[in-house]
C-alpha cells in the first residue's frame, strides 16, 4: 500500500479566493489544493483575476530579470510587461499589506521604480541587498575564488535586491472625517501636551507626516472608527535586520536555476505576515515560497505558467522525491 499523501482534489468553483462568474481558471488549472496552499497553473496575467481584490497580505515574486538566464528570461517590452502585472497585483493587495520584488539589474531596477511610480498606488519603502558572501557564509569560499579574477575592470556583484513597497493611507483620516462632518480640533484634544496645550499630533497622521502608534489610535477609532490595520501596513518588527540580508545561496534545484532562500522567504513573510495570512506568488518557479509559508503556517496562493515547474511544486508538495 502507498503511503503518499494524495493531493486534496476539489473543485475550481469552491475556491474561496475566485471572484464570482469569474471565467479566469478552471478545474483543470487548480493542480493543487491544501488547507494552507492553492498552486495554479497558467499565465500571471490571466490567472490573478480569479484572485479577490485585497485579500492577500503579502506579494512576494521573483519574476524574470530579463537577462537570458534561461528560455523565459527574455521577455519583449520587458518594462511594459512587468507593470502590467504589478497593477494588477496592486488591486490583489489588502490596504495594510506588503509588496516585495527581487532583480539584480540597477539600470531595469531604476525603470521599473520610476513607473511604479507613475502608474500605481505604491509607496516605496526600502532596497534590501541580499548579500551573498560575508563571514560565516557556508558559500564564502566559493564566492572568494571569483573576488580574485583580474581583468575585470569593475567590482565584482555576489548580491541581488529586493525592493520593498506598502500603501499610504494616510488619506482615509480625512475622508472620514470630512464625511462625519468633525473638525480637526476635536480630535485633537483627545490627546493634549504636558500643559494642556493643542498640539499638531493628528494634523501630522492626517498629512502622512506621522503613522498612528497603539495609543494615537483610541481617539481615531473613537471618532473616525477607523482602526490601527486600517491605516498602518503590518509590519512585526523583529530588531534583527536593516537593509542588508546575509544569507547563502540557495541548494541547486534539479529543475529550476535560480531558487531563493527558502529562510530569507520565511524573514520577509514573519516580518510582514501572522499566521493564517495569505502569501502571494505568481511567479512560483520552484516553489520555495510556499515551502517557506508552510513553515510559517501562512496560506500562500501559487501561480505559475511553466508546466514542469507546476509538477516538480506539486510533486514535492504531496511529498514525493
Known sequence: MSNKKEPVKIKAKKLKILKKNNNAITDSDVLYVSELIKLIKGDSLSKLDCIADKSIQLICIDPPYNIGKDTWDTIDNYNDFMIEIIKKLETKLKDNGSFFMFHNNMETISELMVSIKKNTKFIFKQMIVWNKRFEGSKKKGFMDGFVVKKEMHNFNKMV??????????????????????????????????????????????????????????????????????????????????????????????????????????????????????????????????????????????????????????????????
Open 160 to 321: 541581488e535586491y529586493i525592493l520593498f513597497y506598502t500603501f499610504e493611507n494616510s488619506y482615509k483620516l480625512k475622508e472620514a472625517r470630512k464625511r462625519l462632518k468633525i473638525n480637526q480640533i476635536t480630535i485633537s484634544q483627545e490627546i493634549k501636551s504636558r500643559t494642556g496645550g493643542i498640539t499638531g499630533w493628528y494634523s501630522n497622521l492626517e498629512t502622512g507626516k506621522n503613522m498612528p502608534t497603539r495609543d494615537t489610535i483610541k481617539p481615531i477609532e473613537k471618532h473616525l472608527n477607523l482602526k490601527y490595520e486600517d491605516i498602518v501596513p503590518k509590519f512585526n518588527n523583529m530588531r534583527t535586520d536593516h537593509s542588508v540580508w546575509n544569507y547563502d545561496m540557495a541548494k541547486r534545484c534539479k529543475i529550476h536555476i535560480t531558487p531563493k532562500p527558502i529562510d530569507l522567504l520565511k524573514n520577509i513573510i514573519y516580518h510582514t505576515t501572522d499566521e493564517g495570512d495569505t502569501v502571494l506568488d505568481c511567479f512560483a518557479g520552484s516553489g520555495t515560497i510556499g515551502y517557506a509559508s508552510l513553515e510559517t503556517k501562512r496560506k500562500c496562493i501559487l501561480i505559475e505558467k511553466e508546466e514542469k515547474y507546476c509538477e516538480y511544486i506539486k510533486q514535492k508538495l504531496i511529498g514525493e522525491k
